[in-house]
């Protein structure tokens, strides 16, 4: 049996975040309005309306280009792309064709295979291209009715190389960009909400090949799942078709996500002729270097750098580099509790990864609009480390920061949660807590040994979480065993 | 320039107008000499010569990113041949019977 | 003081200012006009009489109280005007003299008439034109065509030719036109008014119906060269709403009874006195230049050696934008829909019933010069040899200040002449149509007669922006002329 590759390509449209559409003044975003409540003459398609061009939306697209290593034109150019549809009103959608914003660029993507070696998959970018939405088609019985409600929403189209090899590969890259595009504040890109969409081209060919054979595209795949699974299942069926020596025809498929199978659609006798010619309602993009150094002015350190500088500088594993630099205001929030705390990066990581993240989760909100701000974080952590207070002090001090705003020192001045050390005090309460439990004694000295957990939770109880619970069980054992 | 007959019917189709038989027959005739007439074109030499793409100066024209107030639905909706919901309604079927 | 439908712009506004006659009188006498006139010419597509009374009449109480607060007085108060009906305006029907539209009522107003409403102007309704401005006599109006007031059985000329014949026939001082090709002068020419087409960019192209977008421009037709002027200023300038107007100082043109031109370098190009022009056409035009000499201008012989070239680069450019631009009329959210059991069968049928011939002709002619494997033999082409018919122009601007030419090669043909062979319509445009490619301004005037005594006229065409250089010649020309003041006899 012939071992086949898959080759794989993506297509994904990306909904900027900007606040106005692409071509007027409405708004972007009308997820959730009624129809037709956000539209005007220009992206309704009226007679007589002319665009003008969103200046935010080329500088989100300057931000991608970087990103990306994509090379941006210094002049690039919209066109007409001409077809008519029910949802597109003027009859073309205005796009780029032969000038598009910035083409070339890569993506070089770690991969982590449960069984197998890590490796880097180089993923090129053919090109980046702008263009509008088109409205919002409801099927109802005997009828379709059109909301234009998301006409006009500003794109960007960005096309890979034929470089993926697997669904796995395939899904991983719409992580990275999602995680991407939501880092540089460029889209929400979230794919339930068509802010990120995605086609795939799959063909395959066999090991060692260099020809790339007839493909498929795969189209409504709706989330990272879907597009895993769709790729997969159309793997599959084109190894069986090879297998049985059939040709792979170059159809297009639809994802049915309720049965779960690839549907072929109509096909079309032709290739669709857009008759592309440049808009002459819109001028050309001027790209200078002026401008685009003043776009770029600020450009962060980007996600996968970041988890590479943190491992390597950090030395922190690459589960902690992944989880901490997943999203950037936690990233940032990282990093600046280890400048100001200066001690080891990876006890700033646990803190993190298991309390900020949590927290951060809960109130819904990013890192950077916590009342706890890295400085305090740092300074709790000192305060632990010094034994000032235990760590489940520092715990709950996390909760009273966020809530009151005030410095963990001050708190812990006011409110007494100082560690108590003291040898005397403690052992006062060790005799207290033995007096009062008789049977748990009684019971400690017959042999019962694990009782000395409940002991010291005795102990640290009555001293409201003050003790030092080490020193208080040393104290306990020793009293319990006289 | 010579068009056969067609080509006159995808083009129609590209442009999605419905023409009869004798309006085919003319057009074919009328485009076809229009479009002879147009090949004179092909006697310049313009290898070296750009496309106008703007006949005034270039320059740039950008809107800021600010939202205006949407025109109201009903003022939309106002010329519409048909509508329900506040959208438009338009047959079920993309293509008709093949 | 003259019969008020007789009033120009100019003494329309003085006569109004000074309170010799209101602005409801005025528009009450021009309504009556077209009462009585309008059905032997049929220059209007749609009249609004009790509009623009109840405008006039607000006018003129605003008149009153600006006078009484000392305020400045808009410059067109109270002035009654037509508008071409592919300029929307907002609650007045336009068809863009389609049956695809035959019903559509503009939500927006074009801001060059917005501007003139903000300046006072009394709206009289819309007037006739080719479908979607495409064509040269007003024959392709799906409506009816409108007659030339100086010859009923001829055509006023096209598209805007119902603007033209109104303001010839006294309907109006002034009308809105729009000129892709030819548009405003080429009827202004057979009609005997003047006309303006401003540098592409001068004026807003928002809520001008498209056409041809890198080719249409809004402007004007009146009686004199003045009035042009003068509305000329009120309507043009920058407008953020349309990318493709420059944002450069609308000029305010001072004009005087001087007519002295000395120092002006007039050219005249030989490409436009070619074999085919009708003789009196030329003689007439000839006279004109030889005027213009005797005010003292230099006449000098310029070179436009791609003019030939105009007439397949438009008809290869224009439909192909008009193709896309004319794509949204699917009967979807407004104009004809043909009810259907798919949307491609609506589309089709829809577009078939709404659009004439003329129309669909040209929606397929630019339908394939840009479709696959013939973008580059066309298309591409066209815009390649527009670059050099644009060269041509700026290369003779270097010697002279502004061009002197026929505007139609005949004047006012009979209708029905051309309407079996396309290609011959098209002939009619070759010496409008180089203006439109290479964007440069356009004034047209009246400067003769032919033995039929129809109307000759001739046009100047100056470098981007100068449009203020081509009112002060055609002013001057005006002062020692009076064909201008001549009117058919309806």
């Given at each position: 049996m012939t071992e086949y590759e898959a080759i794989i390509g993506l297509e994904t449209h990306i909904q900027l975040n900007t606040t106005t559409k692409i071509f007027c003044s409405c708004k972007a975003d009308s997820w959730f309005d009624p129809p037709n409540t956000n539209i005007c003459p220009v992206c309704t398609g009226l007679p007589g309306a002319l665009p003008t061009l969103n200046k935010a939306v080329v500088e989100k697209a300057v931000l991608l280009a970087k990103a990306m290593h994509a090379n941006l034109l210094p002049l690039s150019y919209f066109a007409r792309k001409n077809y008519f549809y029910p949802d597109l009103p003027k009859g073309y959608q205005i796009s780029q064709y032969d000038k598009p914003i910035a083409v070339g660029g890569f993506l070089d993507m770690p991969m982590n295979p449960a069984n197998g070696q890590s490796y880097i998959r180089h993923i090129t970018i053919d090109n980046m291209h702008l263009e509008e939405d088109a409205g919002k088609t409801r099927n109802e019985p005997g009828r379709r009715l059109i909301d234009f409600n998301r006409c006009g929403v500003p794109l960007i189209e960005m096309v890979t190389g034929p470089d993926l090899r697997s669904a796995d590969e395939a899904a991983q890259y719409l992580i990275r960009l999602r995680q991407l595009l939501r880092w540089l504040g460029?889209?929400?890109?979230?794919m339930e909400k068509a802010h990120l969409r995605c086609d795939a081209n799959v063909s395959i060919r066999p090991k060692g090949a260099s020809h790339l054979n007839p493909k498929t595209e795969i189209k409504n795949v709706n989330s990272i799942d879907a597009v895993k699974e769709a790729i997969g299942k159309e793997i599959e069926r084109q190894t069986n078709e090879m297998e049985a020596g059939h040709k792979i025809e170059t159809w297009t498929l639809e994802w049915d996500e309720d049965a779960g199978v690839l549907r072929k659609m109509r096909s079309k006798e032709t290739e669709a002729d857009y008759r592309y010619f440049r808009e002459p309602d819109l001028l050309a993009i001027r790209m200078t270097d002026e401008w685009r150094n003043a776009i770029l002015e600020g450009f962060p350190e980007l996600p996968l750098e970041r988890r590479a500088r943190f491992i390597e500088d950090y030395g922190l594993p690459e589960y902690d580099a992944e989880i901490l630099t997943g999203e950037r205001s936690l990233s940032d929030y990282f990093e600046t509790t280890v400048k100001t705390y200066k001690g080891d990066p990876k006890r700033v990581s646990n803190w993190i990864m298991n309390d900020i993240l949590r927290m951060v989760n809960e109130a819904g909100k990013p890192a950077y609009e916590l009342k706890l701000t890295p400085a305090f974080l740092a300074e709790i952590i000192q305060l632990v480390d010094s034994g000032t207070i235990n760590t489940s002090t520092g715990k709950n001090l996390l909760g009273k920061v966020e809530t009151s705003g005030r410095a963990p020192s001050k708190i812990v001045e006011e409110e007494g949660l100082a560690k108590v050390s003291d040898d005397s005090a403690i052992r006062e309460v060790c005799a207290k807590i033995m007096a009062a439990s008789p049977n748990e004694t009684a019971s400690y000295k017959a042999g019962k040994v694990t009782l000395i957990g409940w002991f010291v939770g005795q102990v640290m109880k009555e001293m409201r979480g003050k003790a030092d619970p080490q020193i208080a069980r040393k104290i306990m054992e020793e009293m319990l065993s006289q | 320039m010579s068009l056969s007959r067609e080509e006159v019917i995808h083009i129609a189709k590209l442009a999605r107008l419905e023409l009869s038989d004798n309006e085919i027959e003319r057009y074919q005739q009328q485009l076809s000499s229009i479009l002879e007439y147009a090949d004179r074109l092909k006697e310049l030499n313009t290898s070296q010569i750009p496309p106008t793409s703007s006949v005034l100066p270039a320059r740039s024209r950008f809107r800021d990113d600010v939202p205006v107030e949407s025109l109201p639905t009903d003022k939309l909706l106002k010329n519409a041949p048909q509508s329900e919901k506040d959208q438009f309604k338009v047959p079920p079927a993309l293509e008709g019977p093949q | 003081m003259n019969r008020l439908t007789d009033l120009t712009v100019t003494e329309a506004m003085h006569a109004l200012n000074a309170g010799e006659c209101s602005s409801l009188e005025l528009t009450r006498a021009i309504l009556e006009r077209i009462d009585a006139l309008e059905p032997s010419v049929l220059a209007f597509l749609t009249r609004t009489p009790e509009l623009a009374l109840q405008q006039a009449q607000t006018a003129d109480e605003k008149r009153k109280e600006l006078k009484r607060n000392g305020s400045a007085i808009p410059r067109l108060l109270g002035l009654p005007i037509a508008v071409k009906d592919v300029l929307t305006v907002e609650g007045i029907r336009c068809t863009c003299g389609s049956k695809i539209l035959e019903n559509f009522v503009p939500v927006h107003t074009a801001t060059c008439v917005h501007k003139l409403q903000e300046a006072g102007v009394v709206i009289l309704g819309k007037t006739n034109t080719d479908e979607f401005a495409m064509g040269s006599s007003t024959e392709n109006s799906a409506y009816f065509t409108t007659r030339n007031p100086w010859d009923l059985e001829r055509v006023p000329g096209g598209s805007s030719g119902g603007s033209a014949a109104a303001v010839a026939a006294r309907f109006t001082p002034a009308a809105l036109g729009t000129d892709t090709g030819g548009s405003v002068r080429q009827p202004a020419s057979f009609c005997g008014v003047t006309g303006i087409k401003p540098t592409y960019g001068r004026v807003s192209r928002y809520g001008l119906i498209a056409y041809g977008s890198s080719l249409d421009s809004a402007g004007v037709l009146t009686r004199t060269v003045e009035d042009a002027a003068l509305i000329f200023e009120v309507m043009a300038g920058y407008d953020p709403r349309d990318a493709t107007t420059m944002d450069v100082p609308v000029p305010q043109i001072q004009l005087d009874s001087r007519t002295d031109l000395r120092g002006l370098r007039i050219g005249v190009p030989k490409e436009y006195f070619i074999k085919g022009i009708q003789p009196e056409v030329e003689q007439t035009v000839r006279a004109a230049i030889a005027r213009f000499a005797e005010m003292g201008a230099e006449i000098k012989e310029v070179c436009l050696p791609h003019t030939e070239y105009a007439l397949p680069v438009y008809y290869l450019i224009a439909p192909a934008e008009a193709s896309a631009n004319l794509a949204?009329?699917?009967?979807i959210r407004f104009g004809l829909r043909v009810p259907t059991e798919s949307n491609i069968e609506m589309f089709k049928k829809s577009r078939g019933a709404g659009f004439g011939s003329e129309v669909k002709r040209r929606i397929m002619l630019g339908t394939y010069a840009l479709s696959a494997g013939y973008y580059d033999a066309y298309y591409g082409q066209a815009q390649k040899v527009r670059t050099l018919i644009k060269q041509d122009f700026e290369k003779v601007f270097e010697s002279v200040d502004m061009i002197a030419a026929p505007i139609a090669p005949t004047t006012a043909f009979k209708r029905g002449v051309h309407t079996e062979d396309p290609l011959a319509m098209y002939l009619e445009d070759v010496f409008t149509l180089p203006a439109n490619l290479a964007g440069v301004p356009g004034l047209a005037f009246c400067c003769g007669f032919d033995s039929q005594n129809m109307p000759v006229g001739m046009q100047l065409m100056g470098p981007h922006f100068k449009e203020d250089a081509l009112f002060k010649a055609g002013h001057a020309y005006q002062q020692v002329t009076d064909w201008h003041r001549k009117s058919p006899t309806l």
């Open positions: 460029i889209s929400e890109a979230d | - | 949204r009329y699917d009967g």
